[in-house]
C-alpha cells in the first residue's frame, strides 16, 4: 500500500508539473497586442465605435442600437450593454427594446490571434448577446462569402449553453454555417463571469470557455478564393445584446428589462 501510495503521488506530482508548464509556454507563447480593461470614465473610443442603427441586424431583431449612456456605459470597470423597453427613436424610427452595440472596427482589426472575452450574461426569453467578428474588408464580396466568426453567442432562453458558428461559402441566401454548442456543468452563464475565447490561425479555429476547448474547425470555404479564404484576412470585434430576432424569438412577460450584458476585459493575443 506504501508503493502504492508513493508511486500515485510521484504520478500526481509529474501531472502538476506538465499542467503547469503546458499554461506557462501558453502564456509565453502569446504576446498581448491590443486590449481594453474598461478601467476610465467611459468608452475608448480610440478602440471602439458605438453603432447606431434600426436595421435588425439582417435577423428580424427588434430593438435600436443607440449610443445613450443608458444602452453604453463604462461603469465599475466593466462594460455595460443595456436593453430596454424604452420606445426609443432614432431618424424616425421608434422600436420598442434599445440596447448596446460596439465594434472595434479601424480600430482593431487582426489577422488569426487569439481573442478572449470576460463576460457575464443576462437570462430572459428573447435576449441576444454574443462576442463576434466581421471581415473588415470584406475581401471575398459580401456576407457571408467574406466570413463571419462567432466566438460566443447565446439564447437567454437556454441560460447554462453557449454557441460557436462559423459562417461561410457563398453570398446571402446561398451561405452555409457549421458549428457547435458547450453547456456549463453547472449553474448559468449570468451567475458568473466566464472567458469565452477564440484562437485563430491558418486553416485553423479553436473555441475555448473558460480554458476549456469544446470545439476545434479545419474545413471552410468561400466563393471567392481558395482555402483558408475567408477566414485569411483581418477580422474586428464586435460586442453586442440584441433583443428579438430569428435566433431567439421574442421576449415574452417573463424577460426583464432593463437586462444587461457585463464585460470585464477584452483582450487580443498573436504569435
Known amino acids: 500500500m506504501k508503493v502504492h501510495i508513493a508511486g500515485l503521488i510521484r504520478s500526481l506530482m509529474l501531472t502538476l508539473v ?3 508548464s503546458g499554461q506557462q509556454a501558453r502564456s509565453e507563447d502569446w504576446r ?3 486590449s481594453d480593461e474598461f478601467d476610465g470614465p467611459q468608452l475608448n473610443f480610440s478602440q471602439w465605435e458605438t453603432e447606431v442603427n434600426a436595421f435588425g441586424g439582417g435577423n428580424h431583431e427588434l430593438q435600436i442600437y443607440t449610443d445613450r449612456e443608458e444602452n453604453v456605459r463604462i461603469e465599475n470597470g466593466r462594460l455595460i450593454l443595456e436593453a430596454r ?3 426609443h427613436g432614432i431618424a424616425g424610427t421608434v422600436r420598442e427594446f434599445s440596447s448596446g452595440r460596439i465594434r472595434s472596427k479601424h480600430r482593431g482589426d487582426w489577422k488569426y490571434g487569439r481573442m478572449e472575452v470576460r463576460a457575464r450574461l443576462p437570462h430572459g426569453q428573447g435576449l441576444w448577446p454574443a462576442i463576434w467578428m466581421l471581415p473588415t474588408e470584406e475581401k471575398y464580396d459580401g456576407w457571408a462569402s467574406s466570413g463571419e466568426i462567432d466566438i460566443m453567442e447565446f439564447k437567454g432562453q437556454e441560460p447554462d449553453t453557449v454557441w460557436g458558428t462559423l ?6 441566401p446561398d451561405n452555409e454555417h457549421q458549428g457547435t454548442t458547450w453547456k456549463l456543468p453547472r449553474g448559468t452563464f449570468s451567475d458568473d463571469f466566464h ?3 477564440l484562437e485563430w490561425k491558418a486553416g485553423e479555429m479553436k473555441w475555448f470557455v473558460d480554458d476549456t476547448l469544446y470545439q476545434t474547425q479545419t474545413k471552410w470555404n468561400s466563393a471567392g478564393g481558395p482555402f483558408p479564404a475567408p477566414f485569411d484576412q483581418k477580422f474586428h470585434l464586435i460586442l453586442n445584446l440584441a433583443v428579438g430576432g430569428q435566433f431567439v424569438g421574442a421576449p415574452d412577460a417573463t424577460t426583464t428589462f432593463p437586462s444587461r450584458m457585463e464585460v470585464d476585459f477584452v483582450r487580443v493575443y498573436q504569435r
Open 18 to 20: 506538465v499542467t503547469v
Open 167 to 172: 459562417h461561410f461559402g457563398k453570398s446571402w
Open 195 to 197: 472567458t469565452f475565447a
Open 85 to 87: 423597453r424604452d420606445h
Open 32 to 34: 498581448l497586442v491590443w
